[in-house]
């Protein structure tokens, strides 16, 4: 029963967003109340199919239910209600459910959002996204069907991956993947009307803006979600392996990162239109690229799912929307003329296109280095890997370039800077840099790399504080407001600027943090008999046995350690190893002790009764690339919120920032 | 306004984005759909094509010594396993199979990294239909570059390396690779 529902369901949504996409475009070409009507009800339509697919398919699993093939596929009896919820995304067919679950969300928000405003452009906009929309549901009766009738159901079924059942992270990792991947496709489907309007006004930029920054937050949020997951589960102590599944949603996440600050060109100046759609249209691109990554089989990786057949059926979509693309680019990007000049000269400007252009250089390189062991392949038939050597190689001078960039457009004045307004920004600046560098240099740093990514860190670090506390510290001056006053009055007029400098703040963070844990870290590999101890830094870890621990869904052997630190007690870490029922070879769980300096990171490669043969790692400030991010997403949601509230506040604000920065300075 | 007068221009087409596009688009798509369907976990091996590494045995039990020179002329499978390594027990069963049914093929195991006690156990709870060898340093294991369990080599008459599989095998892959080795290298 529940089978054939499910396809009725998938079927409809093929039918209304095929419908919707042709509704859309002849709207678009030909405007109409009822035209837009149509397309608005064909696009909740889609959305409650989907809906209705997805809670379809969590009954079915929740229910055990094995005629339905992905449940037969994935599902289990002997694992926990929380498992069977999330096996939706676990495995290949569910997950581009998920994604349609996501996909049709995002239409409807976005659709009904904007279903009185900008009407030239919504119906090609809800067109495009009901074209990928329509794809997915293509996918999803065809090629990758989770609704697929078992003849004769299974009493149980194998469980999904134990990877997934290992973590809790990986239960919010890919709801946060999906929105933010997912989510591209609004701003897509925004940029693609631009082009085919022939216009990007001030005014339309804001609904674009707003929906690529919502889904950068969330993009950003699960690329680091995803290397927390690595790092807590994978046993290796790091937690990026520049891993092609990695890099796909990297690829992204650069591209939009651009994007999100050239618009802001765009919103303010009326520049770099047809760069920002470019962006726009290659941040889509390059999630679509990813999807294929990792559902193709082609990349080798920890994270991807099997090989399937979808995989051709991807590459036709990212063929056409690339063509698509392409072409609407060529007929119609030197429409999109420029209402104002770029300044060239040393100023913000400037800084904004360097560090526009230093993300698109990153994203090439990240790019050649995921795509070059596949050129190798096909050309000479041999296997080869890039791997990290090249990746860090390459990607420590940009994040340094992006990092030094971030400092110094924020200290210069939007349009051109005198030289002595250049020596008053500067100077504070270089003396906390001189300082953060002088303190690595005591602690020990010797990597050069890392002293010049402490020694801009420091530059930035000013800059960006000096300028979230600047409109506070006149507002303290001018009406005589005590701090936290200021700071409220500063806030609720100048949100948007405030949110981008305290993501800045998160982004300067991050990247010291990563310097100082990739580069300053000590690891040892230990054999200890029951009762021996083995010391690494200032830790020293005393095994004091194997312990076994039977849940119903698996049993783990872990291994008990003291901890001390100087001497003192830290309590024990259960560093194990997880058989699960259904899975061939046992999954090794890390433990972490987590601390703000320094992380003690221990990982078990065999083990029984009589030995225990230990990876232990001390990895310092890897706490604060989770801490960084929470910074970034907080100061996303800051700069996204005034704008969902009204257009009014968010339209005043650019002008009067300006002003108080140029008061300042001049 | 400049908008009016924008939309209102004939259409041009703006070659740079289109032939910068086209240059960076065309190369990829070309790329991934010379790599579709290619399996990433399947490993070339350099010794592919070239003579198996010659080995001297003793089987499991006892005996006298296996070597691979004594098997010329014989299309030989080469199956190396362990008790402690879940998927070779998997495959263990089909590969019992495809030795009863495949005539002038020679079957050996050999065992990786486990004590002679505990495979002689396993063999006789699981039964087995060919010898399986100790490799009590890993000096064979080393010489096929063998880097876990199970790893199957499949050789032809002439002692040529045909074929090497990674994984649990099943029996219809055993059948074909087996075909592939009896035919020799091409």
Known sequence: ?666 | MSEATSNTAPARINRNVLIGGAVVAFPLLAVLIANLGRDPHAVRSPLIGRPAPSFSLVPVGGGAPVTLEALRGKTVILNFWATWCVPCFQEHAALIEASRSLSGVKFFGVIYEDAEAKTREFIAQRGSGYPSLMDPEGRAAIAYGVFGVPETFFIDGNGRIVEKYVGPLDGSTILALAARAKDGVR
Not at chain 1, 35 to 56: D, E, K, N, P, V
């Open chain 1, 1 to 666: 029963m529940l089978p054939i529902l499910g396809r009725t369901l998938i079927l409809l949504a093929l039918l209304t967003a095929s419908a919707g996409a042709i509704v859309g475009f002849a709207t678009g070409l030909k405007p109409s109340p009822s035209g837009w009507r149509w397309t608005r009800i064909l696009a909740y339509a889609f959305a409650a199919c989907m809906l209705l697919a997805s809670l379809t398919m969590e009954y079915a699993l929740l229910t055990h239910d094995f005629s339905v093939g992905y449940v037969a596929h994935v599902g289990s009896r002997s694992v926990p209600t929380w498992v069977s919820i999330v096996s939706l995304w676990s495995s290949l067919e569910g997950s581009i459910l998920f994604w349609g679950l996501v996909l049709g969300i995002y239409i409807a928000a976005a659709t009904s959002r904007n279903a009185n405003k900008y009407p030239e452009y919504m119906p090609y906009a809800v067109g495009v996204w009901l074209a990928c929309g329509a794809f997915f549901s293509f996918l999803l009766a065809g090629p990758a069907q989770p609704f697929a009738t078992v003849l004769k159901p299974p009493l149980d079924g194998p469980g999904p991956n134990a990877l997934l059942q290992n973590h809790y992270l990986m239960v919010i990792h890919p709801p946060f993947l999906y929105s933010g991947y997912v989510g591209m496709t609004i701003p897509f489907g925004l940029a693609c009307a631009a082009l085919l309007v022939g216009r990007l006004g001030n005014d339309f930029i804001r609904p674009l803006r707003n929906f690529l920054l919502l889904s950068w937050i969330f993009l950003t949020i699960a690329i680091v979600l995803g290397g927390w997951w690595a790092y807590e589960v994978l046993g290796w102590g790091g937690y990026w392996a520049w891993d092609p599944v990695e890099n796909a949603s990297f690829l992204p996440w650069l591209t939009a990162t651009a994007a999100v600050h050239s618009a802001l060109l765009v919103e303010r100046k009326g520049v770099l239109k047809g760069w920002t759609v470019i962006l726009v249209l290659a941040t889509y691109l390059l999630t679509i690229l990813g999807t294929f990554m990792t559902r193709s089989g082609v990349f080798n990786s920890v994270h991807s799912f099997s090989q399937s057949a979808i995989g051709p059926t991807i590459l036709v979509f990212l063929a056409a929307a690339l063509l698509f693309s392409l072409v609407l680019l060529a007929l119609r990007i030197d429409r999109l003329s420029p209402e104002g000049r770029l300044e060239t000269g040393p100023s913000r400007d400037l800084f904004f296109l360097i560090q526009n252009l230093l993300l698109v250089l990153f994203t090439f390189t990240v790019l050649l280095g995921t795509v070059f062991p596949l050129v190798v392949e096909a050309v000479k038939g041999v296997q080869m890997s890039v791997g990290r050597p090249y990746f860090d190689k390459m990607s420590v001078p940009i994040g340094v370039a992006l990092l030094f960039v971030m400092g110094v457009g924020p200290a210069l004045p939007w349009g051109r800077a005198s030289a002595q307004q250049l020596r008053r920004a500067w100077l504070l600046p270089l003396g906390t840099a001189a300082v953060l560098l002088a303190a690595g240099l005591t602690l020990g740093v010797r990597n050069p790399w890392t002293l010049l990514a402490l020694f801009f860190g420091g530059f930035t670090a000013h800059v960006t504080l000096s300028e979230m506390f600047l409109p506070v510290r006149q507002r303290m001056r001018a009406h005589q407001e005590g701090f936290f006053e200021a700071f409220r009055q500063a806030q609720s007029r100048g949100q948007r600027r405030l949110g981008a400098y305290v993501a800045h703040f998160g982004a300067i963070l991050i990247i010291t943090a990563i310097a100082v844990s990739s580069t300053m870290g000590i690891s040892k590999e230990v054999q200890l008999k029951p009762g021996e101890s083995a010391t690494l830094g200032a830790y020293e870890l005393t095994f004091a046995g194997v312990e076994q621990v039977v849940e119903p869904h698996r049993v783990s052997t872990r291994a008990h350690l003291d901890i001390t630190k100087n001497g003192r007690s830290l309590g024990a870490l259960y560093p194990s190893m997880n058989q699960y029922e259904n899975q061939r070879e046992p999954v090794g769980s890390p433990a972490v002790h987590t601390s703000l300096t320094e992380d003690l990171y221990l990982s078990v490669h065999n083990i029984d009764s009589e030995r225990d043969g230990l990876l232990a790692l001390v990895n310092p400030m890897v706490c604060w690339i989770w801490i960084a991010t929470a910074i970034i997403a907080l100061g996303g949601l800051l700069a996204l919120v005034p704008s969902l509230r009204g257009s009014t506040a968010a339209a005043r604000i650019p002008d009067s920032a300006p002003a108080v920065i140029q008061g300042a300075k001049g």
